[in-house]
Nanobody, 124 residues
Framework: QVQLVESGGGLVQAGGSLRLSCATS????????MGWFRQAPGKEREFVAT???????YYRDSVKGRFTISRDNAKNTMYLQMNSLKPEDTATYYC??????????????????WGQGTQVTVSS
């Protein structure tokens, strides 16, 4: 059974940084494409970033140059380094995984497994 657990969320001032982690278990992590999504109150869940099993990366336009997605296959963990945070980045952040290669995977419905989410709040 594949499990994903996010951590690293919190409250930060605008311009600050946070590093989210997504620890996985129950699968061969290196053979999974991974993604980060977010959902703000009253809004639909949206794509943030994705990384393939060959470390190709892709971002939504609003986070390019500020966020960096990465993975450590030895630790079965994916990361999202978020710099220069803005109030509009406030949301619950979710990690997701899909077995096999696919790039870029930006649609919610292609991912089979999801974490429970971690809250990120950016104050102005």
């Amino acid at each position: 059974q594949v499990q994903l657990v996010e951590s690293g969320g919190g409250l930060v001032q605008a311009g600050g940084s946070l590093r989210l982690s997504c620890a996985t278990s129950g699968a061969t992590f290196s053979r999974y494409a991974m993604g980060w999504f977010r959902q703000a109150p009253g809004k639909e869940r949206e794509f943030v970033a994705t990384i393939s099993w060959s470390d190709d990366t892709y971002y939504r336009d609003s986070v390019k140059g500020r966020f960096t997605i990465s993975r450590d296959n030895a630790k079965n963990t994916m990361y999202l380094q978020m710099n220069s945070l803005k109030p509009e980045d406030t949301a619950t952040y979710y990690c997701a995984s899909k077995r096999g290669f696919g790039f870029p995977l930006v649609q919610i419905n292609v991912y089979a497994y999801w974490g429970q989410g971690t809250q990120v709040t950016v104050s102005s």
